[in-house]
């Protein structure tokens, strides 16, 4: 009979679906080195946030088949070193999405009420009813700010309020906002106009200080701001200094930096009501992520798919280098587009062709999504994350190509134009080759890059060199493609460190630069 440790509580629901097949032991707040010493024993191990399942772990567990996250986040487990032992990761990212809109929306009705306020000075024997008026949220405008499985909820729900809904996500497309009847803007335009906003967007490279002082600037006196995401996409700092100028009304936070967390200068400010990592915490949530993480736990043991697997380990060797390729090919279309995401195509030309190229198309999408879905992207469900942001991908091959001998290409297709990558894999290293018209040979090996759009002419060069050296950051290696002599060209420096925006600014300001762009690889 199969063994299954779980390290973490679950609702036993969970428990009882899992006894139908195999033997469950519950054994919790176990010590890394206790947890070490017994996973040899078992096949399938599941925990909450609590437990650390690290590399060593992963090695012990000599028979485990599969580790199941009962939730979403997976910071408390190395997938990757999972993947190298051909251990199938699966967690439960759907089972808490009521549980967390309703809770943004409570937040919301809390803000808009001074619920907290007005119950802390009743009870500290305060009858203050004219310091304390609220306002409704009827006739106001809800901005969204990821609109994925949460962001979705919540834009169903506070319709029944009256309430206006716009919401900013280039990776979701217009035909799937429309049938949400949520109105797709720009990130600007958004903060300028909604009376409440609410984040629900994964902590990412390029979220993490998301909302600053710089974006704090731009919303209404009486605007409030409502976080039940990730801590960290909001500047905690920035967001004080803006509640004590009187630049904005209110906050709320579910979520902080650190967690857990006792002592912060947010739990002074009258302002901002906090909640500790409640959004999740329901019982019904409670239970039907413990129920679908057995599930899944289950299906891999007898040998099913899971659709919520967040790893791929039994993927062949020689497809690994195509697939780093299309990671990165994705990410930097991610970052250079611009719009709302339509469409995508997919192309795979010379020898890449004769694989099954399924897995280098979960590669693109994943590279091209990181940066709004939390989910792992995998074989099992790349169908279903596309169809969720109304994303159509079309594919194509083709046996011959003229100057490699493999390409992937992928075009993105917005309401503003196409944006098209192509990589290539040589001596198993990624190559990018081509972006939009311009043809190139760079290898990302990881860091920071400047994409300068411009007019090929004299001392420009030099200007965005001096400008990047008054900055103290060095270029380590420069690229230039053009059309023609004193024609349209690209510039790409690889930068020892991030390019600030006010740098950006003033890149963008010389004479002839169309676009300057940061990105991350």
Partial sequence: MMKVLVADPIAEEGIQVLSSFAQVDVRTKLEPSQLKAIIGDYDALIVRSQTKVGAEVIESGKKLKVIGRAGVGLDNIDVDAATRSGIVVVNAPTGNIIAAAEHTIALMLALARNVAQANSCLKSGKWQREELVGTEIRNKTLGIIGLGNVGSEVAKRVQAFEMRVIAHDPFVSKDYARNLKVELTPLDQLLREADFITLHVPLTAATKRLIGSKELAKLKPAARIINCARGGVIDEEALLKALGAGKIAGAAFDVFDHEPVTDSPLFKEDKIIVT????????????????????????????????????APHIAAEMVPFMRAATVVGTLASQLMEGQINSTHIKYSGGVANYDCSPIKTALISGLLQQSSEERINLVNVGLIATQHGLKISEEKEAICQNYANLITLEVNSNVGTTTISGTVRDGETHIVQVNDFWMDIVPTGGYFLFCDHLDRPRLVGSIGDITGKADINISSMHLSRLKPRGKALMILALDEPLGEEHLQEIRGLSGVYSAKAVRL
């Fill in 276 to 311: 500790p990592h409640l959004g999740a915490s329901t019982i019904e949530a409670q239970t039907s992520v413990a129920k679908d993480v057995a599930t899944e736990v289950l299906a891999v043991l007898q040998g099913q798919f899971s659709k919520y697997a967040v790893n």
